[in-house]
């Protein structure tokens, strides 16, 4: 008699479904939900398994973070505050890592933050402490880093204290601290992350079985290889192939969605009569390409840098610093023509833009884009969305627009961005209400590693918004817990143009599903970082069981 795979039950399943919301018992063949509840009364399975009462929804989908840049971190020296809370903590695990590491290898280490460090590390105290070791150390936005002397020469700069941009070579009194931010950090970040293939893959492995963990059943990479000279966010020119690899090897068992960094797009030439000028990755390959496994999914820019590095764009200055607006990567004209060839040819885009002043940019271009090239339901992204006025947001969802706004931030950043931005515009950073009550539909993401990858993190941080101060960061901006793990599911898939096979548990839908110890709606909202991932079961098979 013909048996389905596995009929996982006793479970309290939030689908995500509104035809069919909450169910006990799921069904799989192949892969794919066959039948919920009384679907599957007579039907026989070769594999019963009893999830023990626990509550489980569809698999967490992250949206936004940077697959590749977690798992060369985890091989790195940890600085997050909770590993070296203090700067003499961090000098003395870089001057251990120095002792330990071949003469003249790059020591690297990330994560950390000036708030909770009183300031930022020095270059002379890291040659004084690093020998002939170049050192890089990347701050927890992702868009700055600290180097030492070694590691300016090793990339060009011969006399930091005059060469380079002083917006992005930090100077005090005419010395170059060892502070770089945004493209002078990426190019940087690049050169000292040159591995070799073994490396890369071990790597990926990392990511892979680090984000498993947290239940993520979907990541997506959100700014995938280099150019050929290596600047870029990404690992190698090669990235896309190398994840390649990594599947076929069996090193990762997640769905992934590729986003090519900009600045592996390039010159096509004539890609046919109708398109004379072609602009993107080779073949023409564009957004949805690939399988259910891995694909490729929207072209990433980033337009300006971060709140934390004082880098984000902003209309007006930092209220911490009345000179600063912060660092706008582009030429607003050649990012409108790019982001209008690259949206003519099929791509979706996912723009970094944080800063109030980015957005708008980013918007025009966009919206110019749809102007000359009308393609219809695009969801095009825009990341972060970090400050934005309502006008703006009304703007975005007219647009049809998906916003990414971070709830991993409120809790270690929040109470920053309100020194940064001031009050007014510190509480509407990272807005989420403003869009969903709105009627938009957002994503779940963390922007990992630049904050912790757990989705119950980001998950809290979308309930609460509560800094590790105690502020609320907008009341009104607050999610219900339902609104929170739909935009972590539903909302996700939706922003990928996956959400036919993805996001809820429905029949025909990948059994992509995450078990947790405790009901996220029966805790107190400032606990849910304290539950747990019980299971990750990805197309109907468990990928990480905590009990093993």
Request: hydrophobic residues 35%; aromatic residues 4%; glycine residues 12%.
């Given at each position: 008699m013909f048996a389905i795979d596995t009929i996982f039950e006793n479970a309290r399943f939030q689908t995500m479904d509104p035809a069919h919301p909450w169910a006990t018992r799921i069904g799989v063949y192949d892969g794919k939900i066959v039948g919920l509840d009384g679907d599957l009364d007579g039907v026989d399975a070769r594999e019963h398994m009893d999830l023990g009462g626990h509550y489980a929804c569809p698999g967490f989908h992250d949206a936004h973070l940077h697959f590749t840049g977690l798992g060369a971190n985890l091989n790195q020296v940890d600085l997050r505050p909770v590993s070296a809370p203090t700067m003499d903590e961090l000098y003395v695990r870089i001057h251990e890592a120095a002792r330990t590491t071949p003469a003249g290898k790059w020591i690297l280490g990330w994560g950390f933050n000036q708030f909770s460090l009183g300031g930022f590390p020095q270059r002379s105290v890291l040659d004084s402490i690093a020998g002939d070791h170049p050192v890089f150390i990347l701050?927890?936005?992702?868009?700055?880093?600290?180097?030492?002397?070694?590691?300016?020469?090793?990339?060009?700069?011969?006399?930091?204290?005059?060469?380079?941009?002083?917006?992005?070579?930090?100077?005090?009194?005419?010395v170059a601290t060892g502070l770089v931010k945004d493209t002078v950090c990426f190019r940087i970040m690049a050169m000292a992350n040159r591995v070799d293939e073994a490396t890369l893959l071990h790597q990926l492995s990392l990511a892979a079985d680090y984000t498993l963990a947290k239940g993520i059943t979907t990541y997506e990479d959100a700014g995938t290889g280099t150019d050929r000279d290596g600047n870029g966010i990404g690992q190698t020119p090669g990235d896309i192939g190398l994840f390649q690899t990594a599947y076929e090897q069996g090193l990762i068992h997640q769905r992934g969605i590729l986003m090519p960094y900009f600045a592996a797009m390039h010159d096509l030439g004539e890609l046919s009569t109708d398109i004379p000028h072609g602009f993107g990755i080779d073949l023409g390959l564009r957004t949805?390409?690939?399988?259910?496994?891995?694909s490729i999914g929207p072209f990433k820019i980033i337009l300006d840098g971060a709140f934390n590095s004082l880098s984000a764009y902003l209309k007006e200055p930092y209220a911490s610093d009345a000179g600063n607006t912060g660092v706008f990567s582009w030429d607003p004209e050649e990012f409108k023509r790019d982001v209008a060839i690259l949206h003519r040819e099929g791509w979706r885009m996912a723009v970094h833009a944080i800063g109030d002043r980015s957005v708008d940019i980013a918007l025009d271009a966009i919206e110019n884009a749809q102007r000359l090239y009308p393609r219809h339901d695009m969801?095009?992204?825009?990341?972060?969305?970090?400050?934005?006025?309502?006008a703006t947001v009304e703007r975005i969802i007219a647009d049809g627009i998906v916003p990414n706004p971070q709830g991993s931030f409120m809790h270690d950043n929040g109470d920053s961005y309100l020194r940064l931005l001031g009050d007014e515009r510190g509480r509407r950073a990272y807005r989420m209400g403003a869009f969903v009550h709105r009627g938009a539909v957002i994503p779940g993401s963390t922007d990992a590693p630049c904050a912790p990858v757990d989705p119950l993190i980001s998950l809290e941080g979308m309930v609460t918004?509560?800094?590790?101060?105690?502020?609320?960061?907008?009341?009104?901006?607050?999610?219900?817990?339902?609104?929170?793990?739909?935009?972590?599911?539903y909302g996700s898939a939706y922003a990928a143009k996956k959400e036919d096979v993805l996001g809820t548990l429905a029949r025909g839908k990948y059994a992509d599903i995450v078990v947790l110890s405790g009901d996220p709606h029966d805790v107190e909202p400032d606990s849910i970082h304290e539950l747990s991932v019980e299971q990750t079961i990805v197309g109907g098979v468990v990928r990480y069981d905590a009990g093993r």
């Open positions: 701050h927890i936005s992702n868009h700055a880093a600290v180097i030492n002397t070694q590691a300016f020469r090793l990339a060009g700069f011969d006399d930091p204290d005059t060469q380079g941009d002083p917006s992005l070579v930090i100077r005090e009194d005419g949805g390409f690939g399988d259910d496994m891995l969801r095009h992204r825009l990341e972060h969305v970090g400050l934005a006025d309502d918004r509560r800094t590790a101060g105690g502020e609320v960061l907008g009341e009104d901006e607050r999610l219900t817990v339902d609104e929170a793990l739909r935009a972590y599911t």
